[in-house]
C-alpha cells in the first residue's frame, strides 16, 4: 500500500532556507522533522550553487529531493539502495496522490521530480556517497528514431544512440502562456510606480528572465544611440545580459553573454524610473538596476523574494495570473507571430538549441479554429 503524505508525517525531510553566518549568502538545506541536516542531500543542494544553478532550481531541488526522502522513510526503503521497481512506485505515488496544495501533479510535475532523483542519485555515486550500480540502473542505451532539429547523428550514425531514463513520467507539451494585447495594456495600467512600469516593460519587451532582470547593473544599460565611449562596439540602445555573482543572488540562466535592443518605450520607462531613484535615494552609488526604493533596507539590491510580492499584487490588481516567466513567453509570442526568423528569436532569447525556441512556433487553439472556418468561408487565410 502506498504512504500517505510524507510532508506531514513523522520523520518527514523538508527543504529549509539557510543563511551563511560568514557572508550572508543564500543556499538551500534539507532537514529531518527534529532539524537535523541531512548531508548527502545538503551537500547536493551546495554542488548545485557551485555549477552555478539558480536560486529557483536550487529550491526547487531541495523540495523535491525531500519529498522523495520522506517517501522513502515511509516506505521503510533506504533511499541509498533503491531500485528501479521502488522508483517506478515512488512515480505512481506522485501521480495517484495530491500535492499539499490538494492538487493532483500534472505529469510534468511528476517528471520534474524524477528528474531530481536522479540528478541526486548520479550526484552520490559520483562523490562514492553511493554505489554506482545505483545511479547506473537509472538510464540505458536507446537508438534516437527521431533527431532533434541541428542534431549531428556522425558519418555512420555513431551518434544516434544516447541514454535515456529509465523511469519517467508522460507531459503534455503546453503552449506557453502568453498575455493577449489586451492583457497586456492592463498589466502596464495596474503599475502604479515607474519602478514597477519599467520592470514590467523590461520583461515583457526584451524577454529577459527574472533573474537576468534582478542581476542587472548600471554599467549594462547601454541606452544611448552610440555606446562606443563605453567601449562597446553595437550600434543602437540595448541592454547586456551576463552571468555572473550578484549580491542580491540573481543569477542569468545562460553563461553566454547576450545583449537585447531596447524600445523607445524602454527607455523612457527607464528615465522615470531613474528620476523616481533620485528623488527617492539622492545620489546613491549602488551598481544594481533594480534597488529597494520603499522599503528597508533602501537602496539595497532588490530580491527575488521583493520581486515575487510586487508579481502577487500585480496580479491582484490585473485579475489574471501574472508571473515573471510569462513576460518572457509574450515577448517570443509576439517576435513569432510578427515574422521574425526563429534564429532571430532564438539569439534574444538566449536559447543554446533551437529546439527550445521552436515550442513558440505551436499552433493555439483559436489559431486552428480560425484555419477552419477562413476555408470553410471560402476565404484566404491572412
Known amino acids: 500500500m502506498l504512504a500517505g503524505s510524507p510532508q506531514s508525517g513523522p520523520g518527514s525531510f523538508r527543504a529549509e532556507r539557510a543563511i551563511s553566518a560568514l557572508d550572508g549568502s543564500e543556499l538551500w538545506v534539507v532537514l529531518d522533522q527534529a532539524l ?7 551537500a547536493f543542494c551546495r554542488a548545485l550553487y557551485t555549477a552555478g544553478r539558480s536560486p529557483h532550481t536550487a529550491r526547487a531541488y531541495a523540495g523535491r529531493v525531500a519529498l522523495f526522502l520522506s517517501w522513502c522513510q515511509g516506505q521503510g526503503a533506504d533511499w541509498k539502495t533503491v531500485s528501479l521497481p521502488a522508483l517506478g512506485r515512488f512515480k505512481h505515488w506522485l501521480e495517484a496522490t495530491p500535492s499539499r496544495a490538494g492538487r493532483a501533479r ?22 562514492g ?13 536507446r537508438w ?27 507531459a503534455e507539451t503546453a503552449f506557453p502562456e502568453a498575455f493577449t494585447p489586451e492583457q497586456s495594456q492592463v498589466l502596464f495600467a495596474c503599475c502604479g510606480r515607474p519602478r514597477e512600469r519599467f520592470m514590467v516593460r523590461l520583461m515583457h519587451d526584451t524577454g529577459l528572465r527574472i533573474g537576468e532582470a534582478l542581476g542587472l547593473r548600471r554599467e549594462d544599460m547601454h541606452l544611448l544611440p552610440d555606446s562606443r565611449r563605453l567601449g562597446c562596439t553595437l550600434v543602437g540602445p540595448h541592454v547586456h545580459v ?14 553566454f553573454p547576450r545583449s537585447v535592443p531596447a524600445s523607445e518605450a524602454l527607455l523612457l520607462a527607464y528615465a522615470d524610473y531613474q528620476s523616481e531613484r533620485a ?3 539622492g545620489h546613491d552609488e549602488a551598481g544594481m ?20 510580492s ?73
Not at 36 to 42: D, F, G, K
Not at 242 to 255: D, T, V
Not at 365 to 377: K, L, N, W
Open 36 to 42: 537535523v541536516l541531512h548531508p548527502e542531500a545538503s
Open 106 to 127: 500534472k505529469g510534468g510535475t511528476v517528471d520534474a521530480i524524477l528528474i531530481a532523483v536522479c540528478e541526486l542519485l548520479r550526484f552520490c555515486a559520483r562523490t
Open 129 to 141: 556517497l553511493v554505489d554506482q550500480a545505483v545511479a547506473d540502473q537509472l538510464s540505458e542505451p
Open 144 to 170: 534516437l528514431r527521431f533527431l532533434p532539429p541541428g542534431f549531428d547523428p556522425g558519418e555512420r550514425g555513431q551518434s544516434r544512440t544516447a541514454r535515456a531514463r529509465q523511469v519517467r513520467a508522460r
Open 242 to 255: 551576463r552571468h555572473r555573482a550578484n549580491p542580491n543572488g540573481a543569477l542569468a540562466k545562460s553563461r
Open 279 to 281: 528623488e527617492l535615494l
Open 289 to 308: 538596476v533594480f534597488v529597494n526604493l520603499y522599503h528597508e533596507p533602501s537602496g539595497s539590491p532588490m530580491s527575488y523574494r521583493a520581486a515575487k
Open 310 to 382: 510586487f508579481f502577487d499584487r500585480l496580479a491582484r490588481g490585473c485579475g489574471f495570473p501574472v508571473r515573471p516567466h510569462m513576460m518572457r513567453h509574450t515577448a517570443a509570442t509576439n517576435w513569432v507571430r510578427a515574422g521574425v526568423p526563429l534564429d532571430v528569436v532564438q539569439k534574444l532569447l538566449g536559447h543554446v538549441s533551437l529546439a527550445s525556441t521552436t515550442v513558440y512556433l505551436h499552433a493555439r487553439d483559436e489559431d486552428c479554429r480560425r484555419a477552419v472556418e477562413t476555408v470553410a468561408a471560402g476565404r484566404t487565410w491572412r
